[in-house]
């Protein structure tokens, strides 16, 4: 049985029996490559589900959404039942969510699909230098793709993975209670290049110096946070308004308040899966940053985060034997 | 002038021309977003780019702009925009966006005077689309890639040179002001070209009875499910070259306060939320409603058109895949009984 196949058995089944009351998964999408999340209650409309090589949001984003009701409504209803189809990094964020006490074990049945890398539209583009891409047809791991020309173009898949998918290495939920297909093991990096490890190599002020740099483009919409699982604070620090922590944005330095704001908060926390870097609608390059607090928590505290319920975060714990370095010698 | 071509070999040479009477503006690309921005010579126009990533109202809205500040003593309003300017290469949906926002911040009731001034001061010098992409859906909304809605001189991509042709007085001044780079007649061209550019067109909505099929939907419960996906990033009133929802703050200053207006968006958590606590749109269903209501229902009434120009923006950018034309198309096919049950 194919995976999709066996994703819509499996959801069927637990809506069936009663044993969630919503079903989290993929849809077909209305662009070439892309694939839409979706939300299924009812056992008949599970073949709504997809699986495909372009299911690349991390669903993990809806649960914290899905255990917050109305904030108005005087008796709120009782927490929902919730599946959820995860790859490696959602597999990972729902884990951090239930330490982090956004989700609740027993409401969750957590569904776990191998994922070979996401493929990204907008890498595409970039790639093929095209504006559009207007279909893409995978067979074996080549990709044959028209752009807005009508032009054909068959590229291996590892060039179109999306950034977070190059590297890697957890490609497989650690946490779940079904399973759907073969998991892959965790692995190298699928197509790793040097260009965040440059970042992390370079002296303090020239990382300040392309920091700003990228951050100048940010136009503060905030779409990285809303798009980020483990930005489920209520009110966000950057919306609050008494007190209100936040400049106008109209200089340069309200954009790095919030950027270092948001970045200090995942420390630890970030999974890597890039869902802020694809959903800014101008490109800021936020990964570099990001995949330097990944090797920090890596390298500092040899903490990966997501792939076990029981070990503590490590920004929440002090231990003796706690890295300083980063305090008393920053360089 | 009205209508003649200019050599694209031209182009460096008009541009410095323009550029010693007027501040230039047109799209830039960086790493495949394009943006509009100054432009100091002609290699650094991306003029065969669809459509930009984010549309040319910023120009007209900044994101930021200083109203008045206040030294502590004295409210000193910030100086009008006077500066001359033409803005180079926009599409005819983003002109067509600035007469939707004329609507609002220059009408019989409200008269901004920033943004008056900016669009008193701004020369439009569109460029037609012959390359539509399969995500834009302008002439469902009632524009064209050869619109001349809001357009002061349209431009046409013909291979080695632009066709040029004069819309308003305004844009007949600017092409007799620069006349000698324009030579030659292109009548007869245009329909062809624009008869083609529309062919290309995909989408096959037709959105003049959206609003009227909103009218009883306020209270149905499509809007929960409609809105599931969608997280609120505000991704789409970014980009969108007719969303113009606003902010007033303060941003404090050594004396006293600067005001601020910068973008808002109904999508935000906080947009509606009052100062005593309460939120009227509590939650994503509520206020994913009024972000459609506003553009197809409330819009229309006011000012007999739909809030959205269809440049498609949104559908290309939202990290959910929430296809606003799907959207509209079921509405449009829900039996009309039904929607005003
Ligand atoms: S999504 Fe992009 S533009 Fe929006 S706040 Fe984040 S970095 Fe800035
Ligand atoms: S940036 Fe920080 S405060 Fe804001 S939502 Fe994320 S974790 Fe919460
Ligand atoms: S871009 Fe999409 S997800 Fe973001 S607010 Fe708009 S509809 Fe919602
Ligand atoms: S609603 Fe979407 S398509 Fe319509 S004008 Fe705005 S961004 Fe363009």
């Known amino acids: 049985m194919s995976v999709q196949d066996d994703i819509r058995q499996t959801a069927g ?24 999340p979706c939300f299924i209650t009812a056992a008949d409309d599970v073949e709504q589900l997809v699986w495909n090589s372009f299911c690349l949001n991390n669903l993990a984003v809806y649960l914290s959404r899905c255990f917050t009701p109305d904030p108005q409504l005087r008796e709120p209803p009782p927490p929902p039942k919730v599946a959820v189809i995860v790859k490696g990094c959602d597999g990972r964020s729902v884990v951090g969510l239930i330490k982090e006490q956004q989700a609740p074990r027993e409401n969750l049945t957590i569904i776990a699909v191998p994922c070979d890398g996401m493929l990204d539209a907008d890498v595409a583009r970039r ?46 939920a650690a ?17 790793p290049d040097d260009q965040f490890e440059a970042y992390c190599q370079k002296p303090t002020a020239d990382k300040w110096r392309q920091f700003c740099s990228e951050i100048s483009k940010c136009v503060l919409c905030k779409a990285c946070r809303s798009a980020c699982p483990n930005c489920y604070c209520r009110t966000c620090f950057a919306d609050q308004t008494r007190p209100n922590w936040m400049g106008s944005g109209a200089k340069l330095g309200d954009v790095i308040f919030y950027h270092l704001g948001r970045l200090f908060h995942q420390a630890g926390r970030c999974v890597d899966c890039g869902a802020c870097v694809r959903a800014c609608p101008v490109g800021v390059d936020l990964r570099t940053f990001t995949y330097k607090l990944v090797e920090d928590a890596e390298q500092l505290f040899d903490f990966t985060p997501g792939l076990d319920l029981e070990q503590a975060p490590p920004l929440t714990v002090f231990a003796p034997g706690d890295s300083e370095n980063f305090i008393t010698d920053p360089e | 002038m009205a209508d003649s071509k200019m050599a694209k070999a031209k182009l460096g040479e008009f541009l410095a021309a323009v550029s010693a009477d007027y501040e230039v503006y047109g799209p830039k690309a960086d790493n495949g977003v394009v943006t509009f921005g100054r432009i100091a010579s002609a290699d650094e126009l991306a003029l065969t780019y669809s459509n930009s990533t984010v549309s040319a109202k910023e120009l007209f809205l900044p994101k930021t702009e200083t109203v008045y500040e206040f030294d502590g003593e004295n409210f000193v309003d910030d100086p009008l925009p006077e500066q001359k300017r033409v803005v180079l290469g926009l599409r005819p949906c983003d002109c067509r966006a600035l007469t939707l ?79 000698k780079f324009f030579s030659g007649k292109a009548a007869g061209k245009w329909a062809e070209r624009a008869k083609a550019a529309s062919g290309k067109m995909t989408c096959d909505l037709s959105l003049a009875e959206v609003s009227q099929r909103l009218d009883g939907l306020f209270e149905d419960d499509m809007w929960e499910r409609v809105s599931q996906k969608c997280i609120g990033c505000g991704t789409c009133s970014y980009l969108c070259p007719t969303c113009y929802c606003f902010d007033l703050i303060d941003d404090k200053t050594a004396t006293g306060v600067k005001k601020i207006r910068r973008w808002d968006c109904c999508m935000f958590q906080s947009f509606a939320l009052h100062a005593s606590g309460h939120d009227p749109r509590p939650i994503t269903a509520a206020r994913f409603r009024q972000k459609i209501m506003h553009k197809f229902n409330y819009h229309p009434q006011r000012c007999g058109l739909n809030s959205c120009v269809g440049c498609g923006r949104c559908v290309r950018a939202c990290p959910v895949n929430l296809d606003i034309r799907q959207l509209l198309g079921d509405i449009l096919a829900a039996a009309p009984s039904a929607a005003s049950e």
Do not use: W
């Open chain 1, 175 to 191: 946490v779940y209670d079904q399973t759907i297909g073969e998991l892959p093991a965790d692995a190298d990096p699928l197509a």
């Open chain 1, 13 to 36: 089944q637990l809506l069936a029996d009663g044993k969630v009351d919503l079903v989290i998964g993929f849809a077909e999408g209305t662009l070439a490559m892309k694939a839409a």
């Open chain 1, 127 to 172: 790639v093929l230098g095209a504006e559009e891409i207007v279909a893409a047809d995978e067979v074996d791991g080549a990709v044959k793709i028209t752009d807005e020309t009508g032009k054909e173009t068959t590229v291996d898949r590892k060039e179109l993975l999306a950034e977070a998918c190059r590297f890697c290495t957890h490609r497989a």
């Open chain 2, 101 to 179: 926002l004329d609507g609002t911040f220059d009408c019989e009731r409200v008269q901004d005077p920033f943004y008056v001034t900016r669009r008193a001061n701004t020369v439009l010098v569109a460029l037609a689309c012959d390359r539509p992409l399969s995500s834009c859906f302008c002439t469902a909304t009632g524009g064209d890639p050869y619109g001349e809605e809001g357009v002061d001189v349209l431009l046409s991509d013909e291979g080695e040179s632009f066709l040029a042709k004069a819309v308003t007085d305004r844009g007949k001044d600017f092409l007799e002001q620069y006349g």
